[in-house]
């Protein structure tokens, strides 16, 4: 049963005047976010493919994972409605591909569009920061299952714990020139398809049924968290890694499933 | 920050709720027009807070606790439901600390500070659940931590020992009771001088210790209410298991090169490391 919050977290208000560039993905987490932060009166400005339906006040093509492009996105922006106050990067992302079986040009790709893009936007959104004078904030989303390492996500691993690592050296490099950084980890969340859900039909199990609170989460929630720790009402917490998942990750016993080899479930090419 | 009206009808019951950080959150679930209940052993201490939460209109009861002992805990509750109605939320903050080098302190010292963080928390999470339970409707807890959680912090094994337990009580108390729609998360909070922390002066909150801090200044009270509030509001409904850290980016403050290390007996002030 979802309790879905109709309503913000914070006053209607609190974004009026911002401008937040949404670097995002098709699903429900950027499509909440758009919704959400344009409820709170921010200008919205959102860049990816296949993005469409999210509303915006501005919708632009994927930029090119390049110091170039991406400098030139920040421009275009500012071009139309000023500087940009707020970053959020949504990379909610799950695979399920044997290490062994992960090509170099797939590794390379995936870390580009995650890794090297949230550096490359990161780093220009600051150094912008800086040459006006003035603060911001930056929001890093991923999947809350691969922060710590997960067997068939060596790619998303490592770059959702590398987004964990950025978000601690940024906030002691930049928190003082009052540039906030932070990360949202979600959990199983309503409208986001991916091989989680992708794994649980495949075993024959209602992904709920894995969730200690025993729902789903719901994009709103996820996007009233992204209110909060962005808005002027979060200003003292900075480098957090506010997970969103039920209490999924708790789940130690000594019992469980026998364990198989995961390659014998990923279809790895060495079984 | 939430809506006005965010906690209307709810009571919540916030241990050591008569100053420093407990009385600083309760202050943001008054604002969001919740009843509070706030428990301590000093009377004094707990007509002060009363006064500052009627102040803003809230519905304030008080009641004497030591939360070490667990009958107490249970007559605390009983009286809280007699005059509020159940409690919703449980925030438990009830603490005390004191700079002392490990190899000083007496078995009285050890067992004062952790059992009112611990065993206090521990009891007062055991309560709350049963109670919920009984009426079969959802709660929040949030645990009041410190990085030194984790990190360990020499001067300070004592607490330092028992935030790391509460730690540990949020993540399996979060599972053990999710099906029971009992949330448990902590804050950690940050550099939050108020009158009852040693070697700290209020009037500095923006000058000595906040300078050591990235974010360039301390806590505000009002930041740890609106953490608090957002955790046990309906937006934070999906969250538990959460050890949310407020603390201004303090505990991230790893250098590839830090200044010469003193040991803990040579130290004029133990706690600042100097």
């Known amino acids: 049963m979802s309790q879905v919050p109709q309503d913000l977290p914070v006053p209607a208000g609190t974004f009026a005047g911002k401008v937040i560039l949404l670097l995002g993905q098709p699903g429900s987490t950027t499509y909440a976010i758009a919704k959400a932060f344009r409820a709170a009166g921010?200008?919205?400005?959102?860049?990816?493919?296949?993005?469409?339906?999210v509303p915006s006040d501005l919708s632009l093509p994927k930029a090119?994972?390049?110091?170039?492009?991406?400098?030139?996105?920040?421009?275009?922006?500012?071009?139309?409605?000023?500087?940009?106050?707020?970053?959020?990067?949504?990379?909610v992302a799950s695979g399920c591909t044997a290490a062994e079986d992960i090509l170099w040009k797939r590794w390379r790709a995936m870390n580009a569009d995650i890794v090297d893009c949230i550096f490359l936007a990161g780093s220009e959104f600051a150094r912008r920061c800086f040459a006006r004078g003035d603060g911001g904030d930056i929001l890093l989303l991923a999947a809350a299952q691969v922060i710590d390492?997960?067997?068939?996500?060596?790619?998303?691993?490592?770059?959702?714990?590398?987004?964990?690592?950025?978000?601690?050296?940024?906030?002691?490099?930049?928190l003082n020139d009052d540039v906030r950084v932070n990360m949202i980890e979600v959990g199983l969340v309503e409208g986001l398809t991916n091989s989680i859900s992708d794994l649980a039909s495949r075993r024959g199990i209602d992904a709920v049924d894995t969730v200690p609170l025993a729902r789903l989460g719901t994009a709103d929630e996820v996007a009233a968290a992204a209110l909060y720790l962005t808005s002027p009402y979060a200003a003292y917490i900075a480098g957090a890694q506010l997970r969103i998942d039920g209490g999924e990750w708790l789940r130690a016993n000594l019992g469980g499933a026998p364990f198989l080899p995961p390659r014998t479930w990923l279809g790895s090419s060495k079984v | 920050?939430?809506?006005?009206?965010?906690?209307?009808?709810?009571?919540?019951?916030?241990?050591?709720?008569?100053?420093?950080?407990?009385?600083?959150m309760a202050r943001g679930f008054a604002l969001c027009g919740a009843r509070i209940a706030i428990a301590s052993r000093n009377e004094e201490t707990l007509a002060e807070g009363a006064a500052e939460l009627h102040g803003l209109g809230a519905e304030v009861f008080t009641v004497q606790c030591d939360?070490?002992?667990r009958n107490q805990v249970t007559d605390m509750f009983t009286q809280i439901e007699e005059a509020t109605g159940p409690v919703d939320f449980l925030l438990n903050n009830a603490g005390s600390n004191f700079p002392a080098l490990a190899e000083n302190l007496s078995v009285n010292a050890w067992r004062a500070i952790t059992q009112i963080a611990l065993d206090g928390t521990f009891f007062c999470s055991q309560e709350f659940h049963a109670r919920r339970c009984r009426v079969g409707r959802a709660g929040a807890i949030i645990n009041n931590l410190a990085s030194y959680a984790w990190t360990g912090f020499p001067g300070d094994v004592h607490s330092a020992a028992a935030k790391a337990g509460t730690l540990n009580l949020t993540l399996s108390l979060a599972t053990e009771w999710a099906?029971?729609?009992?949330?448990?998360?902590?804050?950690?909070?940050?550099?939050?001088?108020?009158?009852?922390v040693p070697n700290n002066d209020p009037r500095e909150r923006e000058g000595?210790?906040?300078?050591?801090?990235?974010?360039?200044?301390?806590?505000?009270?009002?930041?740890?209410?609106?953490?608090?509030?957002?955790?046990?509001?309906?937006?934070?409904?999906?969250?538990?298991?959460?050890?949310?850290?407020?603390?201004?980016?303090?505990?991230?403050?790893?250098?590839?090169?830090?200044?010469?290390?003193?040991p803990p007996r040579e130290r004029k002030d133990l706690w600042f490391g100097q």
């Open chain 2, 67 to 69: 939360v070490r002992q």
């Open chain 1, 64 to 91: 090119n994972v390049h110091p170039t492009a991406i400098s030139g996105l920040f421009d275009t922006v500012e071009a139309t409605f000023g500087p940009v106050d707020g970053l959020i990067i949504d990379r």
């Open chain 2, 208 to 262: 000595r210790r906040g300078r050591t801090v990235p974010a360039g200044r301390a806590l505000r009270a009002q930041e740890l209410g609106w953490a608090a509030a957002f955790l046990c509001s309906r937006f934070g409904g999906y969250i538990t298991g959460l050890n949310l850290v407020v603390d201004g980016g303090d505990w991230l403050r790893r250098d590839l090169l830090k200044p010469p290390f003193i």
């Open chain 1, 149 to 174: 390492g997960a067997a068939g996500n060596s790619l998303e691993s490592a770059a959702a714990s590398a987004i964990a690592s950025l978000i601690k050296s940024w906030t002691v490099e930049w």
């Open chain 1, 42 to 53: 921010a200008q919205l400005v959102v860049s990816g493919d296949g993005l469409e339906q």
């Open chain 2, 1 to 24: 920050m939430l809506p006005a009206d965010e906690f209307a009808g709810k009571v919540v019951l916030v241990t050591g709720g008569g100053s420093g950080v407990g009385l600083a």
């Open chain 2, 179 to 196: 099906r029971d729609q009992i949330r448990v998360n902590s804050i950690v909070v940050g550099t939050y001088p108020h009158s009852r």
